[in-house]
């Protein structure tokens, strides 16, 4: 039996958001946004999809924001599990600090993204954070994870619920990704992106899947 087994982190955008309806706006953490009538019904199609494809988890870890929130609440129900998530802060979206709620085309001047082009995944907006910076907390979370099954056999099973930039994030660092890849949308709402471990090492099997398109779970 080895130390640390092997794992699979199904990790989750959450559905779509009052905020994702406002692509002109900064959002950022928006902690607040709410689902929208449309994610409502996409979170309840994904406990749909999680349970055809027998997603059975050891683990659920969510971010606090609220949508996050909601969206692991309607698709636990419709899967019938009755685990509660643990709720970590290290799953936030990138925040934008003073600049979110505001107008991308009033933010995003020539000066401004000429610095923000120089300084690449260390830039951060007045209060916000880095790229870099939400590398970090996400890498401190997942050292953390093997040791919470030390012991345990065959292979665990995390489903998660966060954000599109912050699983871009985490994905790109594992994968090399330059900071424009990181930025490139490839996790729509409700999508699933799949981090592995096994032998001391995370990896990622895919970034940004429909659950409509996943295979059932063979473990």
Not at 185 to 208: A, K, R
Request: proline share 5%; charged share 25%.
């Amino acid at each position: 039996m080895s130390e640390h087994p092997q794992i699979e982190f199904y990790m989750v955008r959450h559905a779509e958001s009052s905020h994702n309806l406002r692509p002109q706006v900064i959002n950022g953490q928006s902690l607040h946004a709410a689902l929208s009538p449309e994610g409502v019904v996409q979170a309840a199609e994904l406990g749909e999809h999680l349970k055809r494809i027998d997603i059975n988890p050891d683990l659920i870890l969510a971010s606090p924001a609220r949508r996050c929130r909601q969206t692991a609440n309607l698709a636990l129900k419709v899967m019938g599990c009755d685990m509660e998530p643990v709720f970590d802060e290290r799953l936030l979206e990138l925040s934008q600090g003073e600049w979110e709620g505001r107008l991308r085309e009033e933010i995003y001047t020539e000066a401004t993204v000429a610095r923000i082009r120089a300084e690449q995944m260390d830039f951060s907006a007045p209060g916000g954070q880095s790229v870099n910076k939400v590398a970090n907390q996400q890498q401190e979370l997942f050292d953390e994870l093997p040791g919470r099954f030390n012991g345990a056999e065959g292979t665990k099973v995390i489903l998660g619920f966060g954000h599109g930039l912050a699983t871009r994030i985490r994905a790109g660092k594992l994968l090399n990704w330059t900071m424009d890849e990181m930025r490139c949308d490839i996790t729509p709402n409700t999508s699933l992106t799949l981090f592995t471990y096994d032998s001391g090492d995370w990896g990622v099997e895919y970034v940004g899947k429909p659950a409509s398109e996943l295979d059932v779970v063979q473990l």
